[in-house]
């Protein structure tokens, strides 16, 4: 590897002190009862939540009890679901997610969130704390986690942010979370397409020290969940800050 010193504009020898320069990916191609619905690039592991957490949030299941078995055989994943497959309708939009995803999902016909949620500013201070410490032992990946309060439930990381988030929420689903009574922390950009899976999974309540596009944001406000983004000291509440008590 070859290293060039911006500071001198002289090449360099490669220092003991550098961070790691590269992470992992692979390509997973996902069947469902036989037939090929995606091929994704994932941070390797966790090939089952990633697969569970993607048939919920593209609503090809609706509980976990759907699916009958995941086999898992180097880059292919094999589902086999109790309901009869059918391709959700031909329409589809291009996402602004890692790798130019698409989504079958009418974004008209999202969930509303209702149920009453709230938790203290004080709390958050505490599960970010959290995150900020877990996020930094990976670097070059992006981090979802789950909080109950300020109980860490689940922390994953993955290299994109649609792949983090499907990631999270099939390990809650396989761990049997209740996600209206949690919040997530994430250090990606929040878009419209996390903003959709977060309202189907039933999560009221995300975070990120990323970004946050205009159109996540109102659709957050319009659906029930409060979005903010953390910046140094300060939590900036782009929608329901009543969900936020001080």
């Given at each position: 590897?070859?290293?060039?010193?911006?500071?001198?504009?002289?090449?360099?020898?490669?220092?003991?002190?550098?961070?790691?320069?590269?992470?992992?990916?692979?390509?997973?191609?996902?069947?469902?009862?036989?037939?090929?619905?995606?091929?994704?690039?994932?941070?390797?592991?966790?090939?089952?939540?990633?697969?569970?957490?993607?048939?919920?949030?593209?609503?090809?299941?609706?509980?976990?009890?759907?699916?009958?078995?995941?086999?898992?055989?180097?880059?292919?994943?094999?589902?086999?679901?109790?309901?009869?497959?059918?391709?959700?309708?031909?329409?589809?939009?291009?996402?602004?997610?890692?790798?130019?995803?698409?989504?079958?999902?009418?974004?008209?016909?999202?969930?509303?969130?209702?149920?009453?949620?709230?938790?203290?500013?004080?709390?958050?201070?505490?599960?970010?704390?959290?995150?900020?410490?877990?996020?930094?032992?990976?670097?070059?990946?992006?981090?979802?986690?789950?909080?109950?309060?300020?109980?860490?439930?689940?922390?994953?990381?993955?290299?994109?942010?649609?792949?983090?988030?499907?990631?999270?929420?099939?390990?809650?689903?396989?761990?049997?979370?209740?996600?209206?009574?949690?919040?997530?922390?994430?250090?990606?950009?929040?878009?419209?397409?996390?903003?959709?899976?977060?309202?189907?999974?039933?999560?009221?309540?995300?975070?990120?020290?990323?970004?946050?596009?205009?159109?996540?944001?109102?659709i957050g406000q319009k659906n029930g969940l409060c979005i903010g983004i953390i910046q140094d000291t300060r939590l900036l509440i782009l929608s329901r800050p009543e969900r936020i008590t001080w």
């Amino acid at each position: 590897m070859n290293i060039l010193d911006l500071s001198t504009e002289h090449p360099s020898s490669y220092p003991n002190d550098v961070a790691p320069i590269f992470c992992d990916e692979e390509p997973v191609a996902i069947f469902i009862n036989g037939r090929h619905i995606s091929t994704v690039l994932l941070a390797p592991g966790n090939i089952r939540e990633y697969v569970t957490g993607s048939l919920f949030t593209e609503q090809y299941i609706k509980t976990t009890e759907e699916i009958e078995s995941i086999r898992i055989e180097k880059n292919r994943a094999s589902v086999l679901t109790t309901n009869i497959f059918t391709s959700p309708g031909p329409k589809k939009t291009i996402l602004s997610g890692c790798g130019g995803a698409v989504s079958y999902i009418d974004p008209g016909k999202l969930p509303v969130l209702t149920r009453t949620f709230t938790i203290p500013a004080s709390i958050l201070t505490l599960s970010f704390s959290h995150f900020m410490a877990s996020e930094k032992k990976k670097p070059g990946l992006v981090s979802s986690a789950l909080y109950r309060l300020d109980q860490c439930l689940i922390f994953r990381q993955d290299i994109g942010d649609d792949q983090v988030t499907d990631l999270m929420i099939g390990a809650g689903l396989i761990e049997k979370i209740n996600f209206s009574s949690s919040h997530c922390l994430c250090s990606h950009t929040i878009t419209s397409e996390t903003v959709r899976k977060c309202l189907i999974a039933g999560i009221p309540l995300l975070l990120t020290t990323g970004h946050c596009t205009r159109l996540a944001a109102q659709i957050g406000q319009k659906n029930g969940l409060c979005i903010g983004i953390i910046q140094d000291t300060r939590l900036l509440i782009l929608s329901r800050p009543e969900r936020i008590t001080w």
